[in-house]
């Protein structure tokens, strides 16, 4: 079965520091991955995806098959980063998996 | 574009009173989804429907029920609110192929007395 595991509720880092949003996934196909970001009482929106190779607000995450994660990494936290964010898998015609989320909190 | 669009914002529900919450979207996206999000129990999905005429369970959807009206439209009906639905509900659609982002809307928030 499809799954999308995030290990940390929450994670606090001070201002500056670097930021890491672990995910690991369980998938037998080749996976599509992706991360959501909900700032505070707004909807999901599309952070990146794996495909894109792309680096958004200063985040990156790449893919690493071996290991089955995805992990989300920027180099310097900045206060307006914290936020809750999903990581979420497509594995085909059915919904995304997403996994039960990591509140970032960054501390000034 | 509006994207996917949700009303109502808010609602105050006495427990067996029944609701039903709208959702559409712009985007002729082919699949829409109904989740609920509650603290620590990250986005839980309720139904969604793959394409116009057809409906299927997700995790959550004892107590709901369902209508994909045509394309545009996907609404989510309680029948007789109970305090355990108490959450913020979120539509969804979602675009075909590989990459294909998922878009959601503003959400709901429904407190149940």
């Known amino acids: 079965a499809q799954r999308v595991t995030q290990p940390e509720k929450l994670l606090s880092v001070f201002k500056g520091a670097p930021v890491e949003l672990k995910c690991n996934y369980s998938y037998s196909g080749s996976p599509e991955l992706f991360w959501y970001v909900q700032y505070s009482r707004q909807r999901l929106q599309l952070l990146l995806r794996?495909?894109s190779r792309e680096s958004i607000k200063g985040f990156t995450a790449d893919l690493n098959k071996g290991e089955t994660s995805f992990h989300l990494k920027k180099p310097f936290a900045q206060e307006e980063d914290s936020a809750m964010y999903y990581c979420?898998?497509?594995?085909?015609?059915?919904?995304?998996?997403f996994g039960k989320g990591t509140r970032l909190s960054v501390i000034a | 574009n509006a994207g996917v669009t949700q009303t109502p914002k808010f609602q105050v529900l006495k427990t067996g009173q029944s609701m039903t919450l709208q959702c559409a979207q712009d985007m002729n996206h082919n699949s829409m989804y109904w989740y609920r999000q509650d603290p620590g129990m990250g986005l839980r999905l309720i139904y969604y429907s793959a394409s116009e005429g057809t409906t299927d369970k997700g995790e959550v959807p004892n107590g709901y029920n369902v209508s994909r009206l045509n394309k545009r439209e996907f609404s989510l009906r309680l029948e007789s609110a109970a305090p355990s639905q108490t959450s913020v509900y979120f539509c969804?659609?979602?675009?075909?192929?590989?990459?294909?982002?998922?878009?959601f809307g503003p959400g709901t928030r429904l407190t149940v007395t």
């Open positions: 979420a898998l497509n594995s085909g015609n059915t919904p995304l998996v």
């Open positions: 794996h495909i």
């Open positions: 969804a659609s979602r675009g075909e192929g590989q990459g294909g982002e998922q878009y």
